[in-house]
């Protein structure tokens, strides 16, 4: 039987930090502070 965990890597700890401090911030200032593109973290 295959198991449904989901795996969380730094970057995604690191978003979920930032969301969790500063709920309002947009995709775009996420993408900057995580070294990332905007789609990527607006997936």
Same mark, same amino acid.
């Given at each position: 039987?295959?198991?449904n965990?989901?795996?969380i890597d730094e970057v995604?700890?690191?978003i979920i930090e930032l969301? /969790?401090?500063k709920p309002n911030l947009?995709?775009?200032e996420i993408a900057k /502070?995580?070294?990332r593109s905007q789609p990527t973290v607006g997936m």
């Open positions: 039987m295959m198991s965990v989901l795996e995604d700890r690191n969301i /969790q401090k947009t995709h775009t /502070q995580v070294n």
